[in-house]
């Protein structure tokens, strides 16, 4: 637990992000409820540390389960309005929002950096994605939703309209700030519901109360949006007084499986439904005709942006034998030249990890792996930086299922190479297209950067009522990352 400390005096009167500020200097936050910013009802903040240098670069308020119950009531009072709303006037506050990140887009892009340690490279994409996010949910408002339903009786007609659950609630991740927190929060309101949403204790600014800030710059009313920000050590108790809350209705989450397994129970407890993205084990399969050059791009980018930290990266690659001699050196020189270091840099691929945590249990893992056997083709899990979370991008190869890294989601620098035999059957062109559908997968990408829309199979991602499930996408390119 952070130390506890007065907030009334340090926290603004209204929630307005005030910049951010140089290194050294400290933000301070409180929560958002009902369109103000609040102290905690404990009195006490949290710190929110850079990951890189370990310095403290936000302090934010503590919140608890009494303040998710102001938070609710705050969302509960702001509903009847928003949701009849008109939908013009709604879609309007979603473009604006949009206009007003991209004027923000220096400031967010620093404080993803001193927050979560990305570097420019991914923080850009987190930004334009953002921004792409708002103006598809501000379309999506004036979308036409409902249907005509037959009916036995003559003359009469039956109709099905959608309309908003009431209070969502939000739990938003560090690994993707931008993306991740505005996609928990922007269907949700665009479509007339209020929202309390919880952001993670590693980036409760960029996948929280910025994004919040910037929707009430464009106009988002009162209490619509409210954000409650926590220590680590009182997670658990937070979460559960949202999930239980009758005022809450439903709840998504992206995260981790094993705490997506205790929300999605508790949720069940609750009789409310629960959208869970969690993770994932996730491999790149290279067939026998591809094409060396490009299965090197797709991988390193695959395997290295973000540093490993995303629920799509490639965990493994699985390649035929008859590519690996092309493939295996190419990638690996690829690799090793990949720069690691301080994400302030603009030449930084590979940045910090998000805590020392992740940093000892990914370096865990490699050497568990290189004590029983496995090759290590580039880096050694060695733990750097001035904070003990740079590991520099480990390629293994050689793994078998007696090492932890076999069947454990890496979440970092790292990724397996297992060359294997396999054939496509005859028919190559059927077989192909058949195949890829017949594969167990929550998402599939053919030659491309994937941006589906979740809901897949398994324990991957767990949707509350009928979605489409997976998403295949083909055609394009991958990006390239490069040193």
Same mark, same amino acid.
């Given at each position: 637990m952070s130390e506890a400390r007065n907030a009334d005096a340090q926290i603004p009167a209204e929630a307005v992000m005030p910049g951010i500020p140089p290194r050294g200097d400290v933000l301070e936050r409180g929560l958002l409820i009902g369109g103000k910013s609040v102290p905690a009802s404990s009195g006490k903040l949290a710190d929110d540390v850079s990951p890189w240098d370990g310095e403290i670069y936000a302090r934010v308020a503590a919140g608890t389960p009494a303040d998710i119950t102001r938070a609710a009531d705050a969302a509960e009072a702001a509903f009847p309005a928003w949701s009849t709303m008109g939908a013009f006037e709604r879609r309007e506050i979603f473009l604006k929002a949009a206009d007003v990140m991209a004027g923000r887009g220096e400031e967010a892009i620093v404080a993803l950096a001193r927050e979560t340690g990305a570097s420019r490279l991914f923080s850009e994409f987190n930004l334009a994605f953002c921004i792409q996010v708002l103006r598809e949910a501000a379309a999506a408002i004036t979308r036409p939703m409902g249907e005509l339903l037959p009916t036995s009786i003559p003359g009469a007609y039956s109709m099905a309209q959608r309309i908003p659950f009431g209070v969502v609630g939000a739990i938003s991740p560090w690994n993707a700030p931008l993306v991740l927190g505005i996609r928990s929060i922007a269907i949700p309101l665009a479509v007339g519901n209020t929202v309390v949403m919880k952001p993670s204790e590693d980036a409760p600014i960029t996948c929280g109360l910025l994004l919040a800030d910037v929707l009430a710059e464009a106009g988002l009313p009162a209490g619509v949006l409210n #954000?409650?920000?926590?220590?680590?050590?009182?997670? *658990?108790?937070v979460v559960a007084a949202l999930v239980a809350d009758p005022r809450v209705r439903m709840v998504n989450f992206t995260g981790s499986t094993n705490v997506g397994r205790i929300i999605g129970v508790q949720a069940a407890q609750h009789l409310k439904p %629960?959208?869970?993205?969690?993770? =994932? !084990?996730?491999?790149?399969?290279?067939?026998?005709? +591809?094409? @060396?050059?490009?299965?090197?791009?797709? %991988? #390193?980018? &695959?395997?290295?942006?973000?540093? =490993?930290?995303?629920?799509?990266?490639?965990?493994?690659?699985?390649?035929?034998?008859?590519?690996?001699?092309?493939?295996?050196? !190419?990638?690996?020189?690829? #690799?090793? +030249?990949?720069? +690691? *270091?301080?994400?302030?840099?603009?030449?930084?691929?590979?940045? @910090? $990890?998000?805590?020392?945590? &992740? +940093?000892?249990?990914?370096? !865990? $893992?490699?050497?568990?792996?290189?004590?029983? *056997?496995?090759?290590?083709?580039?880096?050694?899990?060695?733990?750097? &930086?001035?904070? *003990?979370?740079?590991?520099?991008?480990?390629?293994?190869? &050689? #793994?078998?299922?007696?090492?932890?890294?076999?069947?454990?989601?890496?979440?970092? @620098?790292?990724?397996?190479?297992? @060359?294997?035999?396999?054939r496509v059957p005859p028919g190559r062109r059927y077989a192909q297209r058949t195949g890829r559908r017949q594969l167990r997968r929550g998402c599939l990408g053919v030659r491309r950067i994937l941006r589906p829309r979740y809901g897949g199979v398994r324990r991957g991602d767990v949707a509350a009522g009928p979605r489409r499930r997976g998403t295949l996408t083909c055609g394009t390119a991958p990006a390239k990352l490069t040193g």
């Open positions: #954000v409650v920000t926590n220590d680590l050590a009182d997670a *658990g108790d %629960a959208v869970l993205e969690l993770g =994932g !084990k996730n491999p790149l399969i290279i067939l026998e005709d +591809a094409d @060396p050059d490009l299965a090197v791009d797709a %991988a #390193v980018f &695959g395997a290295f942006v973000n540093s =490993g930290q995303l629920c799509m990266s490639t965990d493994r690659i699985i390649i035929h034998n008859s590519l690996a001699e092309a493939f295996i050196p !190419k990638y690996v020189e690829r #690799v090793r +030249a990949l720069p +690691a *270091g301080d994400p302030a840099d603009p030449a930084t691929i590979v940045g @910090p $990890l998000i805590n020392t945590r &992740g +940093a000892q249990r990914i370096s !865990k $893992l490699v050497k568990d792996a290189a004590a029983k *056997g496995a090759s290590l083709l580039t880096g050694d899990g060695a733990i750097e &930086g001035p904070n *003990g979370t740079l590991i520099r991008p480990v390629v293994l190869t &050689g #793994v078998t299922t007696d090492m932890d890294v076999f069947a454990s989601e890496i979440f970092g @620098p790292a990724t397996v190479i297992h @060359p294997g035999q396999y």
